[in-house]
C-alpha cells in the first residue's frame, strides 16, 4: 500500500500525530510523510491512501 501523508504543524503537535501514523502504517507499505510545503504534485500520482493533518485554532 502506498501511503502519503501530508501534514502542517504550528506548535508541533499535528506533525507528531502525523509521524506516529506514518509509524504505525509502515508495516502495511511504503509511507512517506511531509510537511504541506515540501510536496510536489507528482507524489500525489498512483496513491493508495492520502492523510492530511492540519492545525486547529481556537
Known sequence: MKTLIVYD??????????LAIGNSLSSK?????YRVSAIKLE??????????????RA
Do not use: H, M, R, W
Open 29 to 33: 507499505g511504503n509511507v512517506e510523510t
Open 9 to 18: 504543524s504550528i506548535f508541533g503537535n499535528t506533525e507528531k500525530i502525523a
Open 43 to 56: 507524489q500525489l500520482i498512483g496513491l493508495d491512501l492520502l492523510i492530511v493533518g492540519s492545525p486547529t
